[in-house]
Every structure is written in structure tokens, then in C-alpha cells.
């Protein structure tokens, strides 16, 4: 199945066109390099509000690609007395996400316990084999 809507670039990546299937070769949209975090940004908050009152899918099988290289920064949720943790995606800017306490424990948990793995898996430096 292909989509209806198709996403082309200029040569220097300076702007994004979409067109449509319908429209032959007319442009829907040409969005400036600049102007595209904001509507990435956008069309993420309509797809929030959308899916407003459903359960988020399950994460169980989904293929996802790591972030390796980001800035995050964690900070206190005066609204959920939890903790916010936000890091720089690369292909959707600023991402963030509320940690409630017991998110948060959980959390630790888990990377206390991949943090013990990691280190009993590292080979002794002084055995030869």
C-alpha cells in the first residue's frame, strides 16, 4: 500500500514539498528547513489530542531506532509529583515525557539492573582468557 501523500526535497535540504496523489504534481505544502520542526511539532500535538481518551498502544514488538547522542535533562512535574524527562530527538526536536514516583522507581530499577549486567558481562582485565 503506498501513501497518498508524498514528501520530496530540494537538493541543498533547504525545504520539504508534499504532494498528493489527487493533485497531480501540485504541491499540498512546501515547508522551509526551518519551519519544519514546527510542524512536526504541530502535527505531533494534533495526533496527541486525536488519540485524547484512548489507551496508549502497547510497546510489546515495536521497532523503534535509539536515540545515542542526545542532551536530556531530567526535572521535577509540579503537576504530577513526578519528574520530567526531556532529551533532544533528532528527527522530532524536543521530547518529553512525566515519570510518575512510581514510573520513577521502576525506572531506577531497571537501569540499576542493566548497570550491574553491563559490568558483570566486561571481561576481568587481569585474566588473559
Do not use: C, Y
Not at 495526533?47 to 542526545?70: D, H, I, K, L, Y
Request: proline share 8%; glycine share 6%; hydrophobic share 40%.
Amino acid at each position: 500500500m503506498s501513501s497518498p501523500i508524498h514528501i520530496s526535497f530540494d537538493a541543498k535540504l533547504r525545504q520539504i514539498t508534499l504532494t498528493s496523489d489527487k493533485e497531480e504534481d501540485a504541491p499540498v505544502l512546501t515547508v522551509e528547513a526551518e519551519q519544519l520542526a514546527h510542524l512536526i511539532n504541530a502535527l505531533g500535538m494534533i495526533q496527541q489530542q486525536m488519540r485524547a481518551g484512548t489507551t496508549p498502544p502497547s510497546m510489546e514488538g515495536v521497532r523503534f531506532t535509539p536515540v545515542r547522542q542526545t542532551r536530556w535533562v531530567l526535572q521535577p512535574d509540579d503537576g504530577s509529583d513526578g519528574s520530567i524527562l526531556a532529551f533532544q530527538h533528532p528527527a522530532f526536536g524536543p521530547v518529553g515525557m512525566v515519570l510518575t514516583s512510581s514510573d520513577a522507581d521502576r525506572l531506577a530499577e531497571g537501569l540499576m539492573l542493566h548497570h550491574k549486567l553491563n559490568h558483570a558481562q566486561r571481561p576481568d582485565p587481569n585474566k588473559m582468557n
